[in-house]
């Protein structure tokens, strides 16, 4: 390569282009993010809720679009597309059609004067087609950039030279007729391809009757539920009552060869449960029924997810897929045909509406940018790439993300495109720093001695105020001490909103700000760099959580709910109007990296941050690389697993950025980002390393499923693995069965392990490959095979392979010859003889890692695997800062999904390791010496082992003495006032927490009694 460019094209502003935009510009490159609508968001912005933990979707995406919106290093190109890619790696023209928007976004102040004035109704894309929009429009409330744009095809001016009116009431003549767009080129190192996806066009289908006006998509049904949809959250039927009975069919638009469409689009199954539990928290008595092949519920937390729907929410799963939509000619009504369980015959049910889970299709759009970029496509449409790289296209320099590269979810989507960012970054490491630009902020306002408060209060669509009494609480904060202003948002942290309140600020003189809203873990920093954008310290905020305290909790107690919303808010202005202007410290830190575990995550992650020009040490217990991988010997595309380990192995060893220490334990960890301290033990010998950042990639272990289908009573039961070195080495079995979900999916492991089925489809096929007369038997509760990988499973019914489901209840009962087992589907008994049984079981979480989540202080979930800090939006993060996590020690996956992970966390470590500094919080504690007695007890109690005994000289008029005083190290204090809370004589006050504070809001909470 010949010329490095340090920035990057992002070609598509859904959440992946947005995850690795942010990843790219906060590691020191320039961003263009080029997006073909006409705001950045994509389908996650849809959304109503997300699952498994049903958060609200525009909630954890808002603070992203505005974080795009704000950065400095990212430049955002809407409505725009690219016409061609030129050069070679490093090096790219990127050509850019900017099409005409008739709007000057410079003039433009979103005030949506211009929008009742046009005559001209549209049916709406963003809802669905469920309500009109106009011809002069925002895409949705929270769109990025909030600039209108006027749909040339729509508007009577432009088609018809009528009208104006729109320019007639824009009063900052912000219109252009005239607008004629333009092309542009971008000169770039790389580009990332994560346009996404499209949704499966139904109407395709005639049997299932989408001319039926209560037949809906399932994107359809998320913009019914949703408070910002067509009928603010109200699902409605076209007569206007709400529905009684709803039913969902799946797979409509994926696992259909015989339309094309012959992959699982891996999220249906659980979009559709998670539409079916929140319709009920709309109506508890409705009546919901998911139609469908298999429950794939593969992910982290599905598998808990589908069985709380099943068993406490009472929806109704049938696994029969109805072939169409009947309509009774005479009342209209919708009813549905299906084979019933359990021997019931064919069945015929009548539903209010129907609901059909609609697939994920390669978009027309990416496949012509998939043409421009020259880069190959599978025979799905998708993107085309490998097992060991999943980011990587067939060409170099050119990396995908997401939906484009294979149907998934969002977090494994956001994986994809850290990781993407992650090769992007390593590709230009030599150029960062060198096209960025550093954010300014105004010159900060002095606090003078008047309080002068206002307070925000956030409906958040419905989450908040379908429950809580917005307006009265507003009203409210209003007469308050010290409150100045107050007002209502319907999502506050929308970029819109997030500008309105710094224009308060200003407007008001503001000196404090309070925001009612949600939690302070995900949304405090975003409003804190409102307050700087302002001119005000970031700690003259405070936010009211009346969400999960309140709204959440209180969702039948409306009255009460809108009582306690008040209290918080009282308490939480009170402690505002003591609040004092913090300020932070910029500190050194060591800028490598530590990585635990050899496996083929960990050796994916060590490789990436080395070939980012850091150093970084991977630490490996054994003695060997490769981790689980090794227990296997072939892939599912065919390839050996050596195939892919000893070239990544070989980099490690011989990588001049990499220091490899096998056969070596975590004994100890002190510090926190920026300046860890690990302690390692090598054959007895204790060593001392220092590191700035650290990956956690421990792996998993196969279960040993001792005491399921008598596995340890026979000699002829063993695991996949074992059965994988069995056809290597050459079976004589002539009758083999596979039980799957041996000690999975039960009261002792709830969760489902992702990789088992695809493991046991490739090895059905390598058996029956290798003799087409063997008998082989799939004995299976879903079969799981996600994704691209159904291919494996129809594959294995080609070969001959008999599959037989069923069920927890009555699972087979297993001999040393034979095997008795009930079919659910066909309600018959059975006896298969067998000479082989090879049981699916799952992976494990290590022993070890209950120890290594208390040295680095970070979490497990139920499991015992590493509990992430968001499980959509960051999943390789813990709350922890400086500590990643990627692969099997997250959660059970296959091998592609552990090296996009890998990649993923190498991307977010290296965006620390990338900077100049590091900063202290402002929020520290401090020690008063003279009141500091030596005690200790504060080094007893904080977690993160801040506070220091330190021995100093006191001198007085009588005596000169040595005593201990403590000392609070700011690099590694969080401020969580343990310490303060602890000392006996308040020799330690934790700033922004102060006892002044803390009584007012104790004294404010009493007023409300």
Same mark, same amino acid.
């Given at each position: 390569?010949?010329?490095?460019?340090?920035?990057?094209?992002?070609?598509?502003?859904?959440?992946?282009?947005?995850?690795?935009?942010?990843?790219?510009?906060?590691?020191?490159?320039?961003?263009?993010?080029?997006?073909?609508?006409?705001?950045?968001?994509?389908?996650?912005?849809?959304?109503?809720?997300?699952?498994?933990?049903?958060?609200?979707?525009?909630?954890?995406?808002?603070?992203?679009?505005?974080?795009?919106?704000?950065?400095?290093?990212?430049?955002?190109?809407?409505?725009?597309?690219?016409?061609?890619?030129?050069?070679?790696?490093?090096?790219?023209?990127?050509?850019?059609?900017?099409?005409?928007?008739?709007?000057?976004?410079?003039?433009?102040?979103?005030?949506?004067?211009?929008?009742?004035? %046009?005559?001209?109704?549209?049916?709406?894309?963003?809802?669905?087609?469920?309500?009109?929009?106009?011809?002069?429009?925002?895409?949705?409330?929270?769109?990025?950039?909030?600039?209108?744009?006027?749909?040339?095809?729509?508007?009577?001016?432009?088609?018809?030279?009528?009208?104006?009116?729109?320019?007639?009431?824009?009063?900052?003549?912000?219109?252009?007729?005239?607008?004629?767009?333009?092309?542009?080129?971008?000169?770039?190192?790389?580009?990332?391809?994560?346009?996404?996806?499209?949704?499966?066009?139904?109407?395709?289908?005639?049997?299932?009757?989408?001319?039926?006006?209560? *037949?809906?998509?399932?994107?359809?049904?998320?913009?019914?539920?949703?408070?910002?949809?067509?009928?603010?959250?109200?699902?409605?039927?076209?007569?206007?009552?709400?529905?009684?009975?709803?039913?969902?069919?799946?797979?409509?638009?994926?696992?259909?060869?015989?339309?094309?469409?012959?992959?699982?689009?891996?999220?249906?199954?659980?979009?559709?449960?998670?539409?079916?539990?929140?319709?009920?928290?709309?109506?508890?008595?409705?009546?919901?029924?998911?139609?469908?092949?298999?429950?794939?519920?593969?992910?982290?937390?599905?598998?808990?997810?589908?069985?709380?729907?099943?068993?406490?929410?009472? @929806?109704?799963?049938?696994?029969?897929?109805?072939?169409?939509? =009947?309509?009774?000619?005479?009342?209209?009504?919708?009813?549905?045909?299906?084979?019933?369980?359990?021997?019931?015959?064919?069945?015929?049910?009548?539903?209010?509406?129907?609901?059909?889970?609609?697939?994920?299709?390669?978009?027309?759009?990416?496949?012509?940018?998939?043409?421009?970029?020259?880069?190959?496509?599978?025979?799905?449409?998708? *993107?085309?790439?490998?097992?060991?790289?999943?980011?990587?296209?067939?060409?170099?320099?050119?990396?995908?993300?997401?939906?484009?590269?294979?149907?998934?979810?969002?977090?494994?989507? @956001?994986?994809?495109?850290?990781?993407?960012?992650?090769?992007?970054?390593?590709?230009?490491?030599?150029?960062?720093?060198?096209?960025?630009?550093?954010?300014?902020?105004?010159?900060?306002?002095?606090?003078?001695?008047?309080?002068?408060?206002?307070?925000?209060?956030?409906?958040?669509?419905?989450?908040?105020?379908?429950?809580?009494?917005?307006?009265?609480?507003?009203?409210?904060?209003?007469?308050?001490?010290? *409150?100045?202003?107050?007002?209502?948002?319907?999502?506050?942290?929308?970029?819109?909103?997030?500008?309105?309140?710094?224009?308060?600020?200003?407007?008001?003189?503001?000196?404090?700000?309070?925001?009612?809203?949600?939690?302070?873990?995900?949304?405090?920093?975003?409003?804190?760099?409102?307050?700087?954008?302002?001119?005000?310290?970031?700690?003259?905020?405070?936010?009211?959580?009346?969400?999960?305290?309140?709204?959440?909790?209180?969702?039948?107690?409306?009255?009460?709910?809108?009582?306690?919303?008040?209290?918080?808010?009282?308490?939480?202005?009170?402690?505002?109007?003591?609040?004092?202007?913090?300020?932070?410290?910029?500190?050194?830190?060591?800028?490598?990296?530590?990585?635990?575990?050899?496996?083929?995550?960990?050796?994916?992650?060590?490789?990436?941050?080395?070939?980012?020009?850091? #150093?970084?040490?991977?630490?490996?217990?054994?003695?060997?690389?490769?981790?689980?991988?090794?227990?296997?010997?072939?892939?599912?595309?065919?390839?050996?697993?050596?195939?892919?380990? =000893?070239?990544?192995?070989?980099?490690?060893?011989?990588?001049?950025?990499?220091?490899?220490?096998?056969?070596?334990?975590?004994?100890?960890?002190?510090?926190?980002?920026?300046?860890?301290?690990?302690?390692?033990?090598?054959?007895?010998?204790?060593?001392?390393?220092?590191?700035?950042?650290?990956?956690?990639?421990?792996?998993?272990?196969?279960?040993?499923?001792?005491?399921?289908?008598?596995?340890?009573?026979?000699?002829?039961?063993?695991?996949?693995?074992?059965?994988? #070195?069995?056809?290597? =080495?050459?079976?004589?079995?002539?009758?083999?069965?596979?039980?799957?979900?041996?000690?999975?999916?039960?009261?002792?492991?709830?969760?489902?392990?992702?990789?088992?089925?695809?493991?046991?489809?490739?090895?059905?096929?390598?058996?029956?490959?290798?003799?087409?007369?063997?008998?082989?038997?799939?004995?299976?509760?879903?079969?799981?095979?996600?994704?691209?990988?159904?291919?494996?499973?129809?594959?294995?019914?080609?070969?001959?392979?008999?599959?037989?489901?069923?069920?927890?209840?009555?699972?087979?009962?297993?001999?040393?010859?034979?095997?008795?087992?009930?079919?659910?589907?066909?309600?018959?008994?059975?006896?298969?003889?067998?000479?082989?049984?090879?049981?699916?079981?799952?992976?494990?979480?290590?022993?070890?890692?209950?120890?290594?989540?208390?040295?680095?202080?970070?979490?497990?979930?139920?499991?015992?695997?590493?509990?992430?800090?968001?499980?959509?939006?960051?999943?390789?993060?813990?709350?922890?800062?400086?500590?990643?996590?990627?692969?099997?020690?997250?959660?059970?996956?296959? @091998?592609?999904?552990?090296?996009?992970?890998?990649?993923?966390?190498?991307?977010?470590? %290296?965006?620390?390791?990338?900077?100049?500094?590091? =900063?202290?919080?402002?929020?520290?504690?401090?020690?008063?010496?003279?009141?500091?007695?030596?005690?200790?007890?504060?080094?007893?109690?904080?977690?993160?082992?801040?506070?220091?005994?330190?021995?100093? *000289?006191?001198?007085?008029?009588?005596?000169?003495?040595?005593?201990?005083?403590?000392?609070?190290?700011?690099?590694? %204090?969080?401020?969580?006032?343990?310490?303060?809370?602890?000392?006996?004589?308040?020799?330690?006050?934790?700033?922004?927490?102060?006892?002044?504070?803390?009584?007012?809001?104790?004294?404010?909470?009493?007023?409300?009694?």
């Amino acid at each position: 390569m010949s010329k490095l460019v340090g920035a990057v094209a992002v070609a598509g502003g859904g959440v992946a282009g947005i995850q690795s935009a942010i990843d790219l510009a906060n590691s020191g490159l320039k961003v263009y993010l080029i997006e073909n609508s006409t705001s950045i968001g994509g389908k996650m912005a849809q959304l109503d809720k997300t699952f498994p933990t049903l958060d609200c979707s525009m909630c954890t995406l808002s603070p992203k679009l505005a974080e795009v919106a704000r950065h400095p290093n990212i430049e955002l190109l809407t409505y725009s597309e690219i016409t061609g890619i030129e050069g070679e790696a490093g090096d790219f023209t990127v050509k850019v059609k900017k099409k005409a928007t008739f709007v000057d976004p410079n003039k433009c102040t979103a005030c949506g004067l211009c929008v009742p004035k %046009c005559p001209v109704k549209v049916p709406d894309e963003y809802n669905e087609g469920g309500n009109n929009r106009k011809a002069i429009y925002l895409a949705f409330p929270q769109a990025v950039p909030r600039v209108y744009t006027i749909d040339a095809e729509k508007c009577l001016y432009l088609t018809k030279g009528k009208c104006g009116n729109c320019a007639k009431a824009c009063e900052n003549d912000a219109i252009n007729y005239d607008d004629k767009g333009e092309e542009i080129e971008i000169n770039v190192g790389s580009v990332i391809l994560s346009t996404g996806f499209e949704p499966f066009d139904a109407t395709q289908l005639e049997q299932y009757r989408m001319d039926h006006p209560d *037949v809906v998509t399932s994107m359809q049904f998320e913009r019914q539920l949703s408070s910002s949809g067509p009928f603010e959250g109200h699902v409605t039927l076209s007569d206007g009552t709400h529905p009684k009975k709803i039913a969902w069919i799946q797979c409509i638009g994926s696992r259909s060869p015989e339309i094309g469409r012959r992959n699982c689009s891996s999220v249906c199954c659980m979009y559709a449960t998670k539409e079916a539990m929140v319709a009920m928290e709309h109506d508890s008595e409705l009546e919901t029924t998911i139609f469908n092949i298999d429950v794939r519920a593969f992910g982290k937390g599905f598998e808990e997810f589908y069985q709380k729907a099943k068993n406490e929410k009472s @929806v109704r799963f049938i696994n029969s897929r109805p072939s169409g939509v =009947e309509v009774d000619p005479n009342t209209n009504k919708l009813s549905l045909k299906y084979e019933g369980e359990d021997g019931n015959g064919t069945c015929r049910e009548e539903f209010d509406m129907v609901v059909l889970s609609i697939g994920l299709t390669p978009s027309k759009s990416s496949k012509q940018l998939v043409d421009i970029a020259n880069v190959e496509m599978d025979d799905l449409g998708f *993107v085309k790439t490998k097992i060991d790289c999943p980011v990587e296209t067939t060409r170099p320099g050119i990396f995908v993300s997401g939906a484009m590269q294979a149907p998934k979810d969002i977090p494994d989507t @956001v994986a994809d495109a850290s990781g993407a960012a992650s090769k992007a970054s390593s590709l230009l490491s030599s150029e960062r720093g060198k096209l960025v630009t550093e954010k300014q902020y105004p010159t900060e306002k002095e606090i003078t001695d008047e309080i002068r408060t206002g307070v925000v209060v956030c409906r958040c669509g419905i989450n908040i105020g379908s429950i809580v009494d917005v307006p009265d609480v507003v009203n409210y904060a209003k007469d308050l001490s010290g *409150v100045v202003f107050a007002k209502e948002e319907v999502y506050a942290c929308s970029s819109d909103s997030l500008a309105g309140i710094a224009d308060l600020v200003k407007e008001h003189d503001l000196n404090r700000v309070v925001v009612a809203s949600c939690t302070p873990r995900t949304h405090e920093p975003l409003f804190r760099e409102t307050l700087m954008e302002a001119g005000l310290n970031p700690y003259m905020f405070e936010l009211a959580n009346i969400r999960e305290h309140c709204s959440w909790v209180h969702q039948n107690e409306k009255d009460k709910a809108t009582k306690k919303a008040k209290d918080i808010v009282r308490m939480s202005v009170s402690r505002a109007n003591l609040l004092q202007p913090l300020y932070k410290e910029k500190v050194e830190f060591n800028n490598s990296g530590l990585v635990i575990g050899g496996g083929i995550a960990g050796m994916n992650a060590t490789i990436d941050i080395a070939d980012k020009g850091f #150093h970084v040490t991977l630490v490996e217990k054994s003695a060997e690389l490769g981790g689980l991988l090794n227990a296997y010997t072939k892939l599912q595309d065919g390839r050996s697993t050596s195939e892919v380990l =000893e070239p990544i192995i070989g980099r490690v060893r011989s990588h001049d950025n990499i220091t490899l220490m096998t056969d070596t334990e975590l004994v100890g960890l002190e510090g926190s980002m920026g300046k860890f301290t690990a302690h390692l033990k090598k054959a007895g010998v204790d060593e001392e390393i220092q590191c700035g950042v650290a990956i956690i990639a421990t792996g998993a272990n196969e279960l040993v499923p001792e005491g399921y289908f008598s596995y340890g009573k026979y000699p002829n039961i063993v695991t996949q693995s074992k059965l994988e #070195h069995m056809i290597d =080495e050459g079976t004589d079995a002539k009758d083999i069965v596979f039980i799957q979900c041996a000690g999975g999916r039960n009261n002792e492991r709830p969760y489902c392990s992702r990789a088992c089925c695809t493991v046991a489809m490739k090895n059905a096929i390598r058996l029956k490959e290798g003799d087409p007369d063997r008998n082989v038997y799939v004995l299976y509760r879903d079969i799981r095979t996600f994704g691209r990988w159904e291919d494996l499973y129809t594959q294995a019914r080609e070969l001959g392979v008999v599959f037989m489901r069923y069920t927890e209840d009555k699972e087979p009962e297993v001999g040393e010859k034979s095997i008795k087992m009930y079919d659910s589907l066909l309600n018959m008994d059975f006896d298969i003889n067998y000479d082989l049984l090879a049981l699916s079981a799952p992976l494990v979480a290590p022993e070890t890692n209950e120890g290594l989540g208390s040295l680095f202080k970070v979490p497990l979930d139920s499991n015992k695997f590493f509990l992430e800090a968001h499980i959509k939006l960051r999943p390789v993060e813990f709350a922890t800062e400086g500590v990643f996590l990627c692969g099997t020690a997250q959660a059970p996956k296959l @091998v592609d999904e552990a090296v996009s992970q890998a990649l993923a966390a190498a991307s977010r470590a %290296c965006t620390i390791l990338s900077s100049d500094f590091l =900063e202290t919080i402002g929020n520290v504690s401090v020690v008063d010496p003279e009141l500091c007695i030596g005690c200790g007890r504060c080094t007893m109690v904080c977690p993160y082992k801040a506070p220091e005994l330190k021995e100093v *000289v006191v001198e007085t008029e009588e005596i000169t003495y040595t005593t201990k005083k403590c000392e609070i190290n700011p690099t590694v %204090c969080k401020g969580c006032g343990s310490c303060a809370a602890e000392c006996p004589t308040g020799a330690i006050t934790s700033r922004h927490y102060t006892a002044p504070q803390i009584m007012a809001v104790i004294k404010a909470y009493g007023e409300g009694l």
